[in-house]
């Protein structure tokens, strides 16, 4: 499996109808970006949708941020990953977690305690892709666990490929390549508004982390490296709206995404956020590309996550 260094994350595909998904992704991939993720809220369901995508971009590597695992049975998260894994060999990375206690009460399923919902589930899955899926099986079906605090990490060095962080600063990234140790997947999320201006681009970031701030699982998060209360309110300080969602010109982004690689990471998935709530950032992942991917005609970045 190939996601090179720099991927994007997006959760605005719900949004647009399945013929324009398809062709969004088919840009990204002629664009040369090597890897897209999608996660999964209130809209559709992210293996089908990683099949949509993984159909109609013949190159392009899909992973997801996240499958929330108590929103399907184990035996049901198996079977699709092992479909997909078969279907488009080294092209379909599962990205699972226990997502939140606000999401999860949406689908009436309890949320208790988040690592041991995950241990269970993880045992459950592998035994169900070990002793029950009768199909043909994929050369290889690796996956990530959405993980923030240090005892989610551990598992995920044990249980999985790697982790995948959201919401995130540098300095988590370092902190994460420390419990992961070599050789495991780090691929943090950063968002981005490709806008000079101080004030749209910081109204537009509040939008974003007001959203996410009101997630205990972040805020808690955040409070290891530093951040206070007073930084949480009003959707966010300068300070922090700037740490999660720096804002500028490529360079700007670039800078960020490098801090991420020396701190550890192997993979960056960029959220561009875009002023249309419903809109997918189409222009700015067209303005990016020059910095973020090789030239047209060139080789992709060789940064390998096969395991």
């Not at 559709?44 to 399907?72: D, N, S």
């Not at 060095?157 to 420390?178: K, Q, W």
């Not at 140790?181 to 970031?205: C, I, M, S």
């Amino acid at each position: 499996m190939t996601l090179g260094q720099v991927g994007i994350w997006s959760g605005q595909f719900d949004y647009s109808p399945a013929s324009v998904v398809r062709d969004a992704v088919a840009e990204l991939d002629e664009l040369g970006y090597p890897a897209v993720w999608t996660g999964e809220v209130r809209g559709r369901e992210v293996l089908v949708t990683a099949g949509l995508m993984l159909a109609a971009a013949p190159r392009l590597t899909v992973a997801t941020g996240i499958a929330q695992i108590l929103a399907r049975h184990p035996q049901t998260m198996a079977a699709g990953q092992l479909t997909l894994a078969e279907a488009f060999p080294g092209r379909f990375l599962l990205g699972v977690g226990v997502s939140h206690a606000s999401l999860m009460e949406i689908r009436g399923v309890p949320y208790t305690k988040p690592l041991t919902q995950m241990r269970a589930y993880l045992d459950e899955m592998d035994a169900s892709a070990r002793e029950q899926y009768r199909a043909v099986p994929p050369a290889s079906s690796p996956r990530v666990l959405a993980a923030l605090g240090p005892k989610m990490l551990e598992l995920a060095r044990a249980r999985a490929d790697g982790a995948h962080t959201f919401f995130v600063p540098p300095e988590h990234t370092a902190s994460a390549r420390a419990i992961l140790g070599p050789g495991k997947l780090l691929v943090p999320e950063q968002a981005f508004v490709l806008d000079t201006n101080p004030e749209t681009a910081r109204e537009l970031a509040r939008r974003h982390t007001g959203s996410y701030l009101r997630l205990p699982n972040y805020t808690n998060n955040l409070r290891r490296f530093g951040f206070t209360d007073s930084d949480f309110a009003d959707a966010g300080s300068d300070r922090l709206v700037d740490t999660i969602v720096p804002w500028g010109d490529p360079d700007v982004l670039l800078g960020r995404i490098k801090e991420h690689l020396d701190a550890g990471a192997d993979h960056v998935c960029v959220q561009v956020l875009d002023p249309d709530r419903r809109g997918l950032p189409r222009r700015q992942w067209r303005e990016l590309a020059p910095a973020l991917v090789s030239p047209p005609g060139g080789s992709r970045p060789e940064q390998g996550a096969g395991r």
